[in-house]
């Protein structure tokens, strides 16, 4: 079974500083399938990448997925006050478990 | 629009049961894997299971010790989780999500859609 690795744990960054958030997987992910969600305070999660590239619809393009094999990277390029969230990869695709990562919270200064 | 909605979360005793239930709408139901995802207080998304999209089979997180049923009802858009033997470890937010695909390939996808999740708290 593969386990994800998200780091850092916490990131504290500035309006308009870019975020980089990684997740690394024990073995490597069948076909890229990779997912990210963001989890704002006191929400639901929500699909913001999938295949570890593709943004899903109507999430805007300074959030962008990239990786392959075991390690993949959910980057932001301005952050913005609304970004403060948790965000998660997740492992999907030919069998279950749909394995989570541990998650990376962003904090702004 | 999608819709799942949650209910039946309560306070139980250890060793208690509970039945958890997602009504669902906006979609063709009978057509989609469907996955139970849960979040103790604090702490990050645990998945829990997930049943095919013709009930026909469903599968558990191993740390679960087989004392979860995922079960669904396509006649009536709804989904369920029987929750037996219940542990204080067990306390959390438990949501319903719906896979992106519809068919058998994609039973174990991404989700694209998430309920609002129902409150379970196991405690004496």
């Known amino acids: 079974e593969i386990v994800l690795t998200q780091s850092p744990g916490t990131l504290s960054l500035s309006p308009g500083e870019r975020a980089t958030l990684s997740c690394r997987a024990s073995?490597?992910?069948?076909?890229?399938?990779i997912a990210w969600y963001q989890q704002k305070p006191g929400q639901t999660p929500r699909l913001l990448i999938y295949?570890?590239?593709t943004r899903a619809t109507g999430i805007p393009d300074r959030f962008s997925g990239s990786g392959s094999g075991t390690d993949f990277t959910l980057t932001i390029s301005r952050l913005q006050p609304e970004d403060l969230a948790v965000y998660y990869c997740?492992?999907?695709?030919?069998?279950?478990?749909?394995?989570f990562g541990g998650g990376t919270k962003i904090e702004i200064k | 629009e999608v819709q799942l909605v949650e209910s039946g979360g309560d306070v139980v005793q250890p060793g208690g049961s509970l039945r958890l239930s997602c009504a669902t709408s906006?979609?063709?139901?009978?057509?989609?894997?469907m996955h139970w995802v849960r979040q103790a207080p604090g702490k990050g998304l645990e998945w829990v299971g997930l049943?095919?999209?013709?009930?026909?089979?469903?599968f558990y997180a191993d740390s679960l010790g087989g004392r979860f049923t995922i079960s669904r009802d396509n006649s009536k858009n709804s989904l369920y989780l029987q929750l037996d033997g219940l542990r204080p470890e067990d306390t959390a937010l438990y949501y319903c999500?719906?896979?992106?695909?519809?068919?058998?390939?994609?039973?174990?996808?991404?989700?694209?859609?998430w309920g609002q999740g129902t409150l379970v708290t196991v405690s004496s």
């Open positions: 999500a719906k896979v992106a695909k519809s068919g058998s390939y994609y039973t174990t996808y991404y989700f694209d859609s």
């Open positions: 906006g979609f063709n139901f009978d057509d989609y894997a």
């Open positions: 049943v095919t999209w013709d009930a026909g089979t469903a």
């Open positions: 073995e490597s992910v069948t076909s890229d399938f």
């Open positions: 295949g570890a590239s």
């Open positions: 997740q492992q999907y695709g030919d069998a279950p478990p749909n394995i």
